[in-house]
T-cell receptor, first 115, second 117 residues
Framework: AQSVTQLDSHVSVSEGTPVLLRCNYS??????LFWYVQHPNKGLQLLLK??????LVKGINGFEAEFKKSETSFHLTKPSAHMSDAAEYFC?????????????FGRGTSLIVHP | DTGVSQDPRHKITKRGQNVTFRCDPI?????LYWYRQTLGQGPEFLTY????????KSRLLSDRFSAERPKGSFSTLEIQRTEQGDSAMYLC???????????????FGEGSRLTVL
């Protein structure tokens, strides 16, 4: 079955340390992959997207993600966390269903940044 | 055009009442999606339109839910005979085609929060 899995519901880091948010997917083809961020009481915003070009994708605010087909993963990273990065992060995969590609969200990972 | 707008932002209603939400997408976007998000969960797909055609509906969309996009511009999502389990944030998003392919990037509104008492 096609699916998207975010492996951690919460990730806690100290300011200035690296961030790793994990995402795995299950699909019978190479889908389009995205990361979105949702700050408290704000709308969802696109961080970055992979659409079969370079496997290392750079996004806004210093985030990047690497598409690894062999591992069916699309983990989000940032070298140094900032307090303003505290938010909910969603991995999104365009899964084929009923004749259409539907952007399908993972359950989300809450990033907590300690001073 | 500043983005996707949704109305109302908040709605409190009593169980059994009908509610309707409106979404105005970015004007040149021909695809429009509705999602539902509950606390601590990711947005769940409900339905999507390409122009005025409703092309896909989730099993989450029971017969109490109906969505329309009559002229291929704004869309409405109606919930009839609301239940407490319908309490959620209802999100609308739009996207566009680029060179005949969906870019896949969704532009979201800020959502309509429904509370059913």
């Amino acid at each position: 079955a096609q699916s998207v899995t975010q492996l951690d519901s919460h990730v806690s880091v100290s300011e200035g340390t690296p961030v790793l948010l994990r995402c795995n997917y299950s699909s019978s083809y190479s889908p389009s992959l995205f990361w979105y961020v949702q700050h408290p009481n704000k709308g969802l915003q696109l961080l970055l997207k992979y659409t079969s070009a370079a496997t290392l994708v750079k996004g806004i605010n210093g985030f990047e993600a690497e598409f690894k087909k062999s591992e069916t993963s699309f983990h989000l990273t940032k070298p140094s966390a900032h307090m303003s990065d505290a938010a909910e992060y969603f991995c999104v995969v365009s899964l084929f269903r009923g004749g259409s590609y539907i952007p399908t969200f993972g359950r989300g990972t809450s990033l907590i940044v300690h001073p | 055009d500043t983005g996707v707008s949704q109305d109302p932002r908040h709605k409190i209603t009593k169980r059994g009442q009908n509610v309707t939400f409106r979404c105005d997408p970015i004007s040149e976007h021909n695809r429009l999606y509705w999602y539902r998000q509950t606390l601590g969960q990711g947005p769940e797909f409900l339905t999507y339109f390409q122009n005025e055609a409703q092309l896909e509906k989730s099993r989450l969309l029971s017969d109490r839910f109906s969505a329309e996009r009559p002229k291929g511009s704004f869309s409405t999502l109606e919930i009839q005979r609301t239940e407490q389990g319908d309490s959620a944030m209802y999100l609308c998003a739009s996207s566009s085609l680029s060179r005949g392919r969906d870019t896949g990037e969704l532009f979201f509104g800020e959502g309509s929060r429904l509370t059913v008492l």
